[in-house]
């Protein structure tokens, strides 16, 4: 299990089988059932240092995957309602970026990257390359890397994209790799760029 809080973030006492976070506003007690006491209906809960989301931290916590898969799942939903621009902020990126300091949740995000919207796919590879947890760094790469097989070119897109904020040069085999088996000439070059860029700058 990968660290749960930043420092100074909130305080998680455990007794009587709940789990109690003190945020820096408002509380919330959660019992063994994940069931919500004391939370303010409609109003969510972010750490103000780290930005993670305390009902997906208490999912971390509990080390539920089917409910911490439905909290993703229900990120992805969301942001399907979105507009991605370039260079751009956005509620799904602020949501995911927090996330991936975690190795479970870059698990559950592998498990349903091939089912959801590609286009919020494609955002989510961006954000899983730019990302700077050393610790999950070897999941997203790996991830990032079966990306560069999807039957989506958006997806793919996304993956390379993904790729070359990463950083690392193992992946260069398996992008010259999505370079020759790739049928769109346009995606083929933004591939070769990447390459170009890991070959110059990650040396």
Avoid at 45 to 69: I, M, N
Avoid at 150 to 179: E, F, H, N, W, Y
Wanted: net charge negative.
């Amino acid at each position: 299990m990968s660290k749960l809080a930043c420092v100074g973030c909130f305080n998680i006492s455990e007794s009587n089988g709940f789990t109690t976070f003190y945020p820096n506003e408002g509380y919330a007690t959660l019992d063994m059932e994940g069931q919500w006491e004391n939370w303010d209906i409609g109003r969510i809960y972010f750490c103000p240092v780290c930005g993670r989301s305390l009902k997906t931290l208490a999912l971390l916590t509990q080390g539920d995957t089917e409910k911490l898969t439905k909290r993703i799942k229900g990120i992805f939903n969301s942001a399907r309602f979105e507009y991605f621009e370039d260079g751009m902020d956005n509620i799904f990126y602020r949501e995911l970026m927090p996330l991936l300091d975690s190795n479970e949740v870059v698990a559950v995000v592998a498990g349903i990257i091939d089912e959801i919207c590609p286009a919020v796919a494609s955002e989510a590879l961006r954000c899983i390359g730019y990302a700077d947890y050393s610790e999950t760094h070897d999941s997203r790469l790996a991830l990032l890397m079966h990306c560069l097989e999807s039957s989506s070119g958006i997806v793919r897109d996304g993956a390379g994209l993904g790729l070359d904020s990463l950083g690392d040069l193992t992946a260069i085999p398996a992008l010259k790799q999505a370079v020759e088996r790739e049928a769109n000439a346009a995606l083929c070059n933004d591939l070769e760029l990447v390459i170009n860029d890991l070959e110059t700058y990650c040396k």
